[in-house]
């Protein structure tokens, strides 16, 4: 069964593992296109190609939830309050106004106001976040246990948020709080044992909102987020096109984290 939503499109499956894909959206809707610059309306800062990269996680019988609004739009992967993720670093706003360069995002005068920023979490968030929770507590309920994994992917080099390169692999546990320790050993594990992508556990990018609000591991839901550069799957310049002989070195990798996550039992 295939649910879709005005706001997002989920593929139920058959095992205790989610995937949200919260920022691989393109959608700005055309009432709000005027208002942004228009070098906005080409989404530059979305997770490009990831439905297609784990096109994969279906097969193995995976959940899968993505969007259809860009994170221009509104960011799935930031609390409704809007507290930053990253206290002391530049970020991005649950509504953003910049781009990753810091660039503003709107035309004098276009940023949302408080109110638009609320019909925006009634119109897109809620609806997305409604789904995931309904997904987890349904996987938990047929499996005893649910495993979220949080995909992401990003520019290797962005002045803006974060010093020099990133490593290719950025798995993010919020420092262990959110997912069982031997999870998080075994996903180490994986990284470790290969060498041709360099890799960090819990480094610049500990996990988003998704990864901290739903990982509850004394209450049997694990999450994961994996932020991944761009230059590991495709080009990371305009028209910034998928790149399938790079996608199918580093997809073994992803189906082995991926594989882990839906075998792994609570101990």
Known sequence: MIADHPCFHLK????????SLPHCGELIPDELKSRYHPRALDVEDTDWHLHKLYAFAAEMGASVLQPRASRF?????????NAPMYPGANNTELCPTRFFTGDALYVDGGAP????????????????????????ARLKAE???????????????????????LPALNLGTV??????????????????KQDRYTHVVDGRF????????????????????LEMIWDCYMDET??????PDKAAQVQPLLR????????????
């Open 12 to 19: 139920p499956g058959t095992t205790p593992l989610l995937v």
């Open 73 to 81: 739009v509104i960011d799935l992967n930031r609390p409704s309050d």
């Open 113 to 136: 106001t408080e109110a638009e920023i609320r019909r925006r979490i009634a119109q897109w968030w809620q609806p997305y976040h409604g789904a995931v929770a309904t997904e987890l």
């Open 143 to 165: 499996h005893g246990h649910a495993v979220i994994f949080d995909g992401h992917s990003i520019k290797s080099e962005l002045p803006w948020l974060f010093e020099g390169r």
């Open 175 to 192: 420092d262990g709080k959110s997912c069982a320790p031997s999870l998080r050993g075994q996903l180490g594990a994986v990284l470790a």
């Open 206 to 225: 500990k996990g988003g909102y998704i990864t901290r609000h739903y990982g509850r591991p004394d209450d049997g839901i694990h999450a994961v987020q």
């Open 238 to 243: 305009p028209p910034f096109a998928y790149r």
């Open 256 to 267: 082995e984290l991926l594989r882990t996550m839906r075998d792994w039992k609570p101990q």
